[in-house]
């Protein structure tokens, strides 16, 4: 999932944005900057960085498994006798 200190600080930049005359509004539009980017962020189907890296491994293996595979098969064909 998205880190929440990164969703506060995004929060936190866009508040610091709002000009200084409404600094009584800005408590409350961070609040909401901060559910928005939530729950915006939330709907991204993310993943960690941690689990991206096991999929990627599972993905190299079976990238080598197949890559093997297909190096037997082809010593295989080549073993069979020739069609006619």
């Known amino acids: 999932m998205f880190d929440p200190k990164a969703i506060d600080d995004i929060a936190n930049r866009l508040a610091s944005a709002?000009?200084?005359?409404?600094?009584?509004?800005?408590?409350?539009?961070?609040?909401?900057?901060?559910?928005i980017l939530q729950s915006a962020l939330s709907k991204l189907d993310l993943v960690t960085r941690e689990e991206f890296e096991v999929q990627k491994a599972v993905l190299a293996k079976t990238r080598s498994k197949l890559e093997d595979l297909e190096k037997r098969i082809n010593q295989l064909e080549q073993q069979l006798p020739p069609n006619s």
């Open 18 to 35: 709002i000009p200084p005359g409404f600094n009584q509004i800005k408590e409350d539009m961070e609040k909401n900057f901060h559910a």
